[in-house]
């Protein structure tokens, strides 16, 4: 993805009030991140550890979702220990549910959409093998060209539904 600055990404937010998006905690240093290596930026709010972010573009316009990260549910299995997102396999420890508001009338509805994901929101540098899932991983002979587009085409049928009715 191209670079954006901290005005951008906090101006992005389209699922939470405008307060909100103000007291986001931004990505210490933006310029550290290696842009091209990422197809969305996903962060945990190091002040809050059950906010997560993930900023992205999509359809021309830089889309930033505000996300609560579920804590583990006690006694209970989880649905499923794969990220939704780039189909990484993961003990059940290092997968949450994020869950978000939806955008517009839907959101105001109190509507949200869930997905499972890696907790640390590190898909990029998984598809990548950057880092490493601590279980081992079903065959797959795709590329990464492939990872990435598979990647791309979840993270905006995502976005696609928390946008609906904005
Ligand atoms: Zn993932």
Avoid at 34 to 56: H, I, S
Avoid at 74 to 82: A, C, P, Q
Avoid at 119 to 133: D, V
Avoid at 139 to 156: G, I, M, P, Q, Y
């Amino acid at each position: 993805m191209e670079p954006l600055g901290q005005d951008e990404i906090r101006a992005s937010f389209v699922n939470c009030t405008r307060g909100e998006a103000k007291g986001v905690t931004l990505p210490a240093r933006p310029e550290e991140i290696p842009w091209e290596k990422r197809e969305f930026l996903g962060w945990r709010d190091p002040k809050a550890a059950a906010r997560a972010y993930l900023v992205l573009p999509y359809r021309g316009e830089t889309v930033g979702l505000s996300l609560r990260a579920a804590p583990r549910p006690k006694g209970r299995v989880l649905l499923s220990n794969m990220c939704g997102l780039c189909t990484t396999t993961h003990p059940l420890s290092d997968i949450a549910l994020f869950s978000g508001r939806r955008a517009g009338k839907l959101g105001r509805e109190g509507n949200t959409l869930g997905i499972y994901a890696c907790a640390n929101l590190a898909c990029s540098q998984y598809i990548r093998g950057e880092l490493k899932s601590d279980v081992p991983q079903p065959a797959e002979t795709l590329s990464l060209e492939e990872r990435v587009f598979r990647l791309e085409d979840k993270l905006h049928r995502f976005v696609e539904r928390v946008l609906e009715s904005r």
